[in-house]
């Protein structure tokens, strides 16, 4: 994602791409309970205390409160409360964020919880915390994957697939997605039916899609800043009604569709990775990490695109930023862009700005593509790399308009609110 500020506030990727201590059962201890519970020394029920409290959740929220109890259970040796604590150092929404501290209970707890592996994983892959180290993710990836951890299988496939940080291997990414999928992960089902689809077995993809479609409510689209699963879960919904689109020419004005070299993002890396697909759709071969190297911001930190543009220089790339107002008769004219470039079989790379009282400061960053569209259902189709690949996504005109706006993707913008683009200069 990109963030143009010295010290980059929590991204929309720490949402979706990094995971949290499981919620409570769908029947609460009552409260008065709990707390006894607690108070007695039981460190289950410090931690089921604490994640009432951090969320909000059948009690008043108080985030101080639910870090007392959280570091009970975890000086009891809880290792789900580690996790916990890990995750709020890493998000920095409930204290403070500081990756070092996160990657330290991380590490702690990692040999007895999955979801304690699964993070460490991240910080390993995404240097959180400590220097980056992909072998070392996908090893804790691969032991959260065997204790069950679905997401975990799904990401190392993902790694596997792409040969981001690792060296491709089909074999693994086909074994590691089977697990995902085993393990009822829409984002494994997600790349799984991908597989299934590249192979011909349209009939298998559609079952894996289904399925993931069914995990969790989904509609007509989804949106991008929407939770991990969630969003894999619509994705699978997108993919079904992509099938018969994704094999048809492109009808200018009508319908355009761009296949691109989907790569999944590590933590804070969506400006380099986006660009690496939008390279590697050109011809390159370079993945986010490398990219992201050849920008001066270190690993695991917001990219200012004018170093993503002056990186695909160094590739020998030519592209060009251009931008638009952000208001009606801009979004006509970058629509309109976005149309031409697609009809001839050009993707764009975008910078979305969410903005919520869910994100630490208010608002969050996120670089992507838009790789088609659909005119008679006033659709786009999105190639993001924050999603499981093939990282396709549907998203309304309304939501592209309203998500499609940034003023802090460089120091090009000067602060400036518009809707930024990278397109290929084919002058």
Known sequence: MIMLMHKPPFTLLAALFMSQTLLLADAPTPLKTLRSQAAEGDAKAQLDLAIRL??????????????TWAHRAADAGNADAMDFIGFAYLRGAVVKRNPAI???????AANESAQAAFNLGQCYYGAQGTEQDC???????????????????AAAAMAYHAGEGVKADAAQARRLAERAAELNNPSGLVLLGEMHFQAGETEAAKASW??????HPTGATGHPSQPSDIA???QAADLLKLMSYRGRKNEPGKFAFVQMPHIQQGYNNCGSTACAIFARFQGSEIGGWDFKRLCPSPLGTGTDWGHLLD?????????????????????????????????????????????????PGGSAGHTLNVCGYIADENLYILCNPAVATPGIQLITADD????????????????????????IDHR
């Open 400 to 423: 592209l308009k309203n998500f499609w706006r940034s003023d802090h993707y460089g120091a090009l913008s000067k602060g400036v609110l518009s809707r930024p683009a990278f397109v």
């Open 102 to 108: 996160a990657f330290a209970y991380f590490k702690s």
């Open 232 to 234: 894999s879960a619509q």
């Open 210 to 215: 289904t399925k993931a479609a069914k995990l």
């Open 311 to 359: 990186a695909s220089a160094k590739i020998g790339q030519k592209w060009k930023l251009i931008t638009f107002t952000p208001d009606d008769a801009g979004f006509e004219q970058a629509t309109s862009m976005l149309k031409s470039e697609l009809d001839v079989g050009r993707p764009v790379v975008v910078d979305f700005k969410y903005i919520g009282p869910q994100y």
């Open 54 to 67: 951090r969320d909000g959740k059948d009690a008043p929220k108080d985030n101080d409160e639910a870090m």
């Open 135 to 153: 072998a070392k993710a996908l090893e804790w990836w691969k032991k959260a994957a065997d204790g069950g951890h679905g997401r975990a299988a």
